[in-house]
């Protein structure tokens, strides 16, 4: 296996800390500027998943044709973690990122990036996905 | 600032090379064995979203109370990346894993572990959330 440092994507988690509390609990503000910064990006949204805990605190998750982009909040620690994992080079994923960043006000935003899929040269000059890959099927299963 | 290490949650990120491939591209069976190994690791299961990409692929995420299990797969190459968010104590997120693999049959499975939200002590003794937190509102926005 010849090492390459080629990947199928790359994957980023964000700390964010002391963001706007009352935003970090509002779950449909929360859903507009994730779908918002996933679109931002570049990325085609495929499907979005978003959920309120009672008292505090917002899951949510945008599926994307590249992959992923989530946040957890905790409002009572003003604190908020997402990750963007994606695929290709189209998707720019420090513009979600910094969409996410003006909405949420945090004070620090601390990122770390991790490359997924790092394949052995045998599987060839390997692109994220074959070009008829790109266009998806609209079947999900709920 | 004191430094403590304590964190609100983990979140881990799996390789998993030379899976079997029929099963990477089955979504219905992706999304059984995500919504299992999420169970079998303690979880609560929250929302569940699984999409089928043509003519390969499969990126699904299950939303928890402990915050996110993910996966996307690359039939074609027989590879799948996951990702399980977890937080509080009664998870078990190699629990998880374990399931997962059992089924995907991946020949290499390798693992980062990051902790996330590590707070400053100011924050008080934290808990990932406080007590009457963690019976969650069925309010979802789809």
């Known amino acids: ?47 979005v998943v978003f959920h309120k805990f009672s008292p ?28 963007l994992f994606t695929c290709g080079d189209h998707v720019n994923p420090w513009k979600a990122f910094e969409y996410l960043n003006n909405y949420l006000q945090a004070e620090q935003f601390i990122t770390f990036e991790a490359k997924r899929g790092i394949l052995p040269i045998e599987a060839g000059n390997f692109t994220y996905k074959p070009e008829e890959n790109k266009k998806e099927v609209k079947e999900t299963v709920g």
Do not use: Q
Not at 56 to 83: C, K, M, N, Q, R
């Open 1 to 47: 296996m010849k090492i390459t440092g080629k990947s199928l994507g790359r994957h980023i988690l964000a700390e964010m800390y002391n963001c706007n509390r009352e935003i970090l609990n509002d779950v449909e503000k929360i859903k507009e500027i994730m779908v918002k910064a996933a679109i931002e990006a570049g990325a085609e949204v495929v499907e």
């Open 56 to 83: 505090y605190g917002v899951s949510g998750v945008v599926v994307i044709s590249e992959s992923h982009l989530a946040i957890h909040t905790w409002p009572e620690y003003g604190f908020a973690a997402a990750d």
